[in-house]
């Protein structure tokens, strides 16, 4: 890996097609920007429709022959999760970069549409429907991958109670439904890598985190935002573990990247660790049957 690796890394992605959840703002939009400097063509896939062309428009003015679209997406709705699907499929035959990049971040209590807690709805069922939804335009790609974003918050829970997913028995602690969610994100990717390799499939399942980036600075307290204002790192960096997942050379399948820095907070891309709770296969199995139980998609059984 290269010590210091940025997006005049990337390899040329001209005639790939890439799907960014949550494209609009913050490390999505930077996501997007790259990508769609390097050649891809691009969907901007987020819930507010006005916003997400804001953003496409931003991009094709800072890079004119830029390919980049907005698509309606809102992962909090397993409606809205199938429109999107239905009209991802109607205007390409593959894709090639599922970047699961949408997050709800330290939320008050609240559910989706279906009833989720809405950290596990958004940022770990709301993938996982998607993903399942778009597999056969993953196969039809070329060095297909999903990129699933987790974060240092995953280790701050011990993990996941799957009796009481929505928290509905639980106190309720917007930071640890943060990480719990984040902690699914892992089980998740590292599930996915080893059914898509049992079923010889051509897709590579990756996890990132950006680290601590500034992203959402309105987010928490006054001494938490203080202290990003101060000590995190730009969201151009925190896209970086990202982006290097998606198209670098060397990612293999169950990798997880994240910046290279003290701690995991700032820095350069590199291959990262994680808790032995994101790595136990008995768990991944059970959330995989949950979720697929929930969300009605089922796939790679």
């Given at each position: ?39 891809a063509h691009v969907v901007i896939a987020t819930r507010d429709a006005a916003k997400a062309e804001e953003a496409a428009a931003r991009v094709r003015r800072q890079i004119p ?133 049992k079923a010889g499939l051509p897709v590579k399942a990756v996890a990132a985190h950006p680290g601590y980036s500034n992203t959402n600075p309105d987010k928490g307290g006054f ?41 995991e907070m700032r820095g350069y891309p590199a291959k990262v660790g994680c808790t032995p709770p994101a790595r136990d296969e008995k768990t991944a199995a059970r959330l995989w ?13």
């Amino acid at each position: 890996m290269a010590r210091k690796w940025t997006v005049e890394d990337i390899p040329p992605q001209t005639g790939r097609v890439a799907v960014v959840t949550g494209g609009n703002r913050g490390l999505g939009l930077e996501i997007v920007e790259a990508l769609a400097g390097a050649g891809a063509h691009v969907v901007i896939a987020t819930r507010d429709a006005a916003k997400a062309e804001e953003a496409a428009a931003r991009v094709r003015r800072q890079i004119p022959d830029a390919k980049v679209e907005a698509i309606a997406l809102d992962q909090s709705d397993l409606a809205s999760i199938r429109r999107f699907s239905e009209a991802l499929h109607g205007r390409f035959d593959h894709v090639d970069l599922l970047i699961n990049n949408a997050s709800a971040i330290l939320v008050t209590q609240g559910k989706t549409v279906e009833g989720f807690e809405r950290h596990i709805g958004v940022n770990h069922l709301g993938s996982f429907a998607l993903t399942g939804l778009l597999l056969d335009l993953l196969k039809a790609g070329t060095d297909a991958r999903v990129v699933s974003t987790s974060s240092t918050a995953h280790r701050l829970v011990k993990g996941i109670d799957l009796d009481d997913l929505h928290l509905e028995h639980t106190e309720y602690k917007p930071m640890e439904a943060y990480g719990r969610s984040k902690l699914a994100a892992l089980l998740f990717t590292f599930e996915l890598d080893r059914r898509l390799r049992k079923a010889g499939l051509p897709v590579k399942a990756v996890a990132a985190h950006p680290g601590y980036s500034n992203t959402n600075p309105d987010k928490g307290g006054f001494m938490m935002r203080l202290a990003t204002s101060i000590f995190a790192q730009p969201a151009a960096m925190g896209a970086l573990p990202q982006l290097y997942a998606a198209t670098a050379s060397d990612v293999a399948g169950g990798d997880y990247i994240g910046p290279g820095g003290p701690m995991e907070m700032r820095g350069y891309p590199a291959k990262v660790g994680c808790t032995p709770p994101a790595r136990d296969e008995k768990t991944a199995a059970r959330l995989w049957t949950v979720s697929a139980a929930l969300t009605g998609v089922s796939y790679l059984d």
